[in-house]
């Protein structure tokens, strides 16, 4: 069984159509990386993949439980799911190691103690020790997209979903983001990462999906796709992408 | 015409406006507990896709805030009784008033505050698995209510001077208390200018607070 499975998924805001008959699939353990020109519906497409844009037509199952029912238990499915943002959207109004603990104590039911080592672990993980007790307004911008990393990881997530986490940061800490990125793919996390970085895709990334007007036009191995891809409209992206 | 005045009733007759005053405290804190509780509620309820709640708590706001305060506070004198089957006097009646009537008020400014945090913050609150009210009581209300405490404190000192109006049914409130006081020393006059001046340090008071955290606020933002 795959760990996230999309059929045949429409969506439209209105009367305008942003998904068309999307279909994909994603391994437990795999890396897919979906990217193409903006306003094409990839960001809309993973934020399907954990309920948070709903969709009309097609089916999702995230390790098989199927994300449109109305009978599931979407907060279960998604304490489950890690995801990362653009905008980090960290709580402001926390501090880093609370932002790490709320979902931990309130959605997991965890004991605070325990939530608290595991906040401590991850933020030694992604290098920021020192900012415990910081709020997020404190932070670099890539400091506060590792800690919304690590508030992710905090929870345990079967997968992880990134939209664009690099998208809204200056250019000298992409790196540092990418790197936790990275690290975690190689200890074979299962994620989903839309984005624009077509080193990091080269990198770790197993398959590419390549996304325009709301529809998956490419989807193969990464070699294929910075090989040969066979759509004009991929080649064309991928040349323009690569010669900046 | 100062010359005429005669201030020396003041002294005698303040544990009495005190016992005024205390209520229109009391009435002041209660009404703002109340109405922000309430009309956090009604501003949740209006935002909410589901169409009937929507509707629902849009009909009392516009309701409420259509309507001038005194009448309100002689229907619900009259009404209550009529529901409740006995008179439950002035002050417990314009206690429950001030709450419905405020908490239109204050559902206006908690809608505000609950659009001026980011759609992407409660994304994330969903994300991370909570549920309506855990994202609402964890994330969302926390971060409105901090952005609207200036705007929630200048409702309530506009609330304190509003709770003179319950001499409409006769509550013994610090007004009332001015004028019984003034009738019995037959010096009206001075009383109410003592009253006046009570009103007027304490919400002067209360508005440079305001605007100080207002100030302040703004620089953490």
Aim: glycine fraction near 8%; proline fraction near 4%.
């Amino acid at each position: 069984m795959a760990m996230i499975e999309i059929r045949d998924v429409c969506k439209w805001y209105g009367g305008f159509q942003v998904l068309t008959g999307c279909s994909s699939k994603v391994e437990k353990g795999e890396v897919v990386v979906v990217c193409g020109p903006s306003g094409s519906g990839k960001s809309t497409l993973i934020k399907c993949v954990n309920g948070l844009e709903p969709f009309q037509k097609g089916e999702i199952l995230v390790n098989g439980t199927p994300v449109g029912d109305p009978e599931t238990n979407l907060p279960k499915l998604r304490s489950g799911v890690g995801m990362v943002f653009q905008h980090f959207e960290l709580f402001p109004h926390m501090t880093v190691i609370g932002n790490l603990t709320v979902g931990q104590v309130k959605v997991l039911g965890r004991k605070k103690e325990e939530a608290l080592e595991k906040g401590h672990a991850l933020l030694e993980r992604v290098g920021l020790t020192d900012f415990a007790q910081k709020h997020p307004g404190q932070l670099s911008g890539g400091q506060q997209q590792r800690v919304a990393i690590a508030r992710a990881l905090a929870m345990d997530p079967i997968c992880m979903l990134f939209d664009e986490p690099t998208s809204a940061l200056d250019p000298e800490m992409i790196g540092e983001v990418l790197a936790v990125m990275q690290d975690l793919a190689r200890e074979g996390m299962t994620m989903m990462v839309v984005t624009h970085e077509m080193g990091f895709a080269r990198n770790v990334a197993h398959r590419v999906i390549f996304m325009d007007h709301g529809q998956i036009v490419e989807d193969t191995t990464k070699q294929e796709f910075f090989g040969t891809p066979r759509s004009e409209r991929a080649q064309l992206f991928l040349s323009r992408i690569l010669h900046h | 015409m100062l010359s005429q005045f005669d201030f020396s009733v003041f002294k005698p007759s303040l544990t009495f406006l005190w016992t005024g005053f205390l209520f229109s405290g009391n009435l002041t804190l209660i009404a703002m507990t109340g109405g922000i509780v309430f009309g956090t509620l009604l501003a949740m309820g209006r935002l909410s896709s589901l169409r009937p709640l929507a509707v629902i708590a849009s009909a009392y706001v516009n309701l409420m805030r259509s309507i001038p305060l005194v009448m309100v506070i002689l229907w619900f004198f009259l009404v209550i009784p009529l529901i409740t089957g006995k008179p439950i006097g002035a002050e417990r009646s314009a206690i429950i008033t001030f709450t419905a009537f405020e908490a239109a008020y204050y559902s206006e400014i908690m809608r505000a505050g609950i659009q001026s945090v980011s759609r992407g913050q409660a994304m994330a609150g969903y994300a991370l698995g909570m549920t309506y009210w855990q994202n609402m009581g964890l994330v969302v209300l926390p971060q409105a209510f901090r952005n609207m405490l200036p705007i929630l404190l200048t409702q309530t000192i506009i609330l304190f001077q509003d709770t003179s109006l319950v001499y409409a049914i006769g509550a013994k409130d610090l007004l009332k208390a001015a004028e019984i006081a003034g009738k019995n020393y037959n010096r009206p006059m001075e009383m109410y200018i003592f009253v006046a001046v009570i009103y007027f340090v304490l919400c002067f008071a209360l508005s440079t607070i305001v605007k100080r955290l207002h100030k302040k606020i703004a620089v953490v933002q």
